[in-house]
């Protein structure tokens, strides 16, 4: 009989013992706005995890434009949006602005870096995957998306860019960079300090700074409108052409008709959403 007493407590002790370690289903969803994840004013970000989500749940990390030098992540809400109600978790941040100081590319990927960091230090505590995540921008926040996957291509499984600027080293954009007055941002963000001719040769520091000639192979997904007078055409069908060569899994889209702001007409941003969502399923899984 003495035995009984003996049983039972082994029988509490094993309801009480910690779980298994695999990933669970988390049913309730979650968003965190403002989440700090450094040390400067700028970095916050805004964490969209979506409901019965577990550690294979596609994650991506969305960012904004602005010539490098303004811009908020409001911007980014309503495809952040769209792809939380389509079950995949997203990071919405802002990041430093480049300046004539200290602050250049190097930092802002320094910032990105910080995020995804910070993913990973939470990612048991909201049940969400490690690595493999999926990267997206518009307009700069879309030059940066390229930049920061080639740098750390182990962080990356996809790519997804609108109106990104890709070779600075192309004539015609540059160009078209001096006649919007955007040259200036183009220095910031470069930390070049030489003239530049937009008709001559580009600055070492803006060819440094072009993702076409950086790539990696990560399955990218380009969106251009073919009518946007900020960042030319040129430069989606650059960075095809140089993916293309390698071999390397990517798709063009050019847009009839869209201009630099890719997201105004309904049924092109429905479009884009719905083929960047299906290239997150497949290719960020």
């Not at 160009?175 to 070049?192: E, R, T, Y």
């Not at 003239?195 to 700074?209: I, Q, R």
């Not at 076409?212 to 030319?232: C, M, R």
């Not at 997201?263 to 299906?278: H, Q, T």
């Amino acid at each position: 009989m003495k035995l009984f007493p003996i049983l039972l407590t082994l029988l509490f002790l094993s309801c009480c013992s910690p779980k298994s370690s695999e990933s669970p289903l988390h049913s309730d969803p979650l968003k965190l706005t403002n989440v700090k994840y450094g040390p400067y004013e700028r970095n916050v970000m805004d964490v969209y995890l979506p409901k019965n989500r577990t550690r294979d749940t596609p994650f991506v990390i969305n960012l904004h434009g602005g010539a490098w030098t303004l811009g908020d992540k409001v911007w980014g809400e309503s495809i952040s949006e769209y792809f939380y109600q389509h079950n995949v978790a997203v990071i919405n941040m802002n990041y430093r602005f480049a300046d004539d100081g200290a602050t250049h590319l190097d930092k802002l990927l320094d910032d990105i870096n910080a995020a995804v960091h910070y993913i990973k230090s939470h990612a048991t505590e909201w049940n969400v995957r490690k690595s493999g995540f999926s990267i997206t921008g518009e307009s700069a926040g879309a030059h940066l998306a390229l930049s920061y996957a080639y740098k750390y291509p182990q962080n990356i499984k996809a790519i997804m860019t609108r109106c990104a600027p890709t070779d600075f080293g192309d004539p015609e954009n540059l160009k078209m960079a001096a006649k919007n007055n955007l040259l200036g941002a183009l220095d910031k963000m470069s930390g070049n300090r030489m003239p530049v001719n937009p008709t001559g040769k580009a600055p070492e520091k803006y060819l440094t700074a072009s993702p076409v000639n950086h790539i990696k192979d990560i399955p990218t997904l380009i969106f251009h409108g073919e009518q946007d007078a900020l960042v030319s055409s040129s430069q989606a069908k650059r960075l095809s052409a140089a993916l293309e060569k390698k071999k390397y899994i990517h798709q063009l889209i050019l847009i009839p008709g869209a201009s630099h702001n890719i997201l105004l007409n309904d049924n092109d941003r429905e479009m884009i959403y719905s083929e960047s969502l299906a290239w997150i399923k497949k290719y960020g899984k």
